[in-house]
């Protein structure tokens, strides 16, 4: 392979070859009108998001109190998650903001 080009032959691989006259434009032949037809923009559809049929859900029993062996309730948190581990864990940080004392209970699939 020749890696030394001349000029005249990088100018011919850049920007081609010359180039071959334009064809003259015959004015005496017929002047005929291109039908054209104006498009109106397709509107795009938003795409509608899957409805869920089954969304997994769990129910987390929890015994919440603000005195140390005092006074509880029970509360239920459902979480939509398949993870017990992921919905006890958000059940704890949503009764911890209301109560000092947090114990869980129970986790069971709805």
Known sequence: MNTELTEE??????FGGPESPAPAINSHA??????VAIVQPVKVAKKQ????????????TLRVGNEFEGKTHEIVHEADTLSSLVA???ATRTARKKFRFVEVVSVKSM
């Open 9 to 14: 032959e990088m100018r011919r691989a850049l």
């Open 30 to 35: 017929q002047d005929t009108v291109r039908d």
């Open 49 to 60: 998001k899957a409805s869920k049929g089954f969304t997994p859900r769990l129910r987390v």
């Open 88 to 90: 006890e864990q958000e």
